[in-house]
């Protein structure tokens, strides 16, 4: 065990390319979910510094393709028209369903 504080922050070792991370937990399914976040965070920082360019979440790609879906929508007749309608409409409401499974308030995030 280290101490019983919340947070130790090691300071004044010498800059390496390596370093050490100590994980505290009440239980070994802490510590590990707490390794396996550190991972991801590890990983997701490494894959940023190799490639720069990101797509943009959280529904963005689905709302742009749902105002082609409309636009496109208004070039074609009949029945065919509320069929890409309708497809248009699904798309707009994967962000609030994203929104949803994230826990927020969709009706405050989606106009």
Do not use: W
């Amino acid at each position: 065990m280290i101490g019983g504080d919340k947070l130790i922050k090691f300071s004044g070792v010498a800059a390496g390319k390596a370093c050490t991370v100590v994980l505290r937990g009440s239980t070994n399914q802490m510590i590990d979910e707490a390794e396996r976040s550190l991972h991801y965070a590890l990983s997701v920082l490494s894959q940023t510094v190799k490639e720069t360019r990101i797509v943009l979440g959280g529904g963005c790609a689905e709302m742009l393709m749902s105002c082609a879906v409309e636009e496109e929508a208004r070039n074609v007749q009949g029945k065919k028209a509320l069929a890409v309608e309708s497809f248009a409409k699904a798309l707009r409401q994967i962000p609030a369903i994203l929104a949803g499974n994230a826990g927020l308030d969709s009706s405050d995030l989606v106009a």
